[in-house]
């Protein structure tokens, strides 16, 4: 029981600072009055789905990878630069007009 409450709290730790990184870039980008709401959710729920399987194909989740911490970082770094990616293919896709250095932005406030 303990391991899997463990888990959840790394998921939703994860998960709101995916959230939080994307939204303050966001929100300092303009892009919800460029675009409205809909995209902006639309925007922040795939960088959460796809930064948390990128976290999870990483094995960021293991707690044998999250106990040495060279490759916890090592792992986290590639799992956002992943995320930079398909946020980028994603908003192409959906031509969602999130430009590219606001997406690496966002992905690097959210590594933080």
């Given at each position: 029981m303990?391991?899997?409450?463990?888990k959840?709290?790394?998921v939703?730790?994860?998960?709101t600072a995916?959230?939080?990184?994307?939204a303050?870039?966001i929100?300092v980008?303009?892009?919800?009055?460029?675009?409205g709401?809909?995209?902006?959710?639309?925007?922040v729920?795939?960088?959460?789905?796809i930064g948390?399987?990128?976290m999870r194909?990483?094995?960021l989740?293991?707690?044998?990878?999250s106990a040495?911490r060279?490759v916890e970082m090592?792992r986290?770094t590639?799992?956002?630069?992943?995320?930079?990616?398909?946020?980028i293919?994603?908003d192409?896709v959906l031509?969602?007009?999130?430009?590219?250095?606001?997406i690496?932005?966002?992905s690097?406030?959210a590594?933080?």
């Open positions: 303990g391991r899997n409450k463990l959840l709290v790394l939703a730790g994860d998960a995916l959230t939080i990184g994307y303050i870039v929100a980008s303009g892009y919800v009055g460029q675009r709401w809909l995209d902006t959710i639309v925007l729920a795939a960088s959460v789905a948390l399987l990128s194909g990483q094995g989740f293991l707690a044998r990878v040495v060279i090592t986290s590639r799992a956002m630069a992943i995320l930079a990616l398909g946020m293919v994603f192409r031509q969602l007009g999130f430009r590219i250095r606001y690496v932005a966002a690097v406030v590594w933080f």
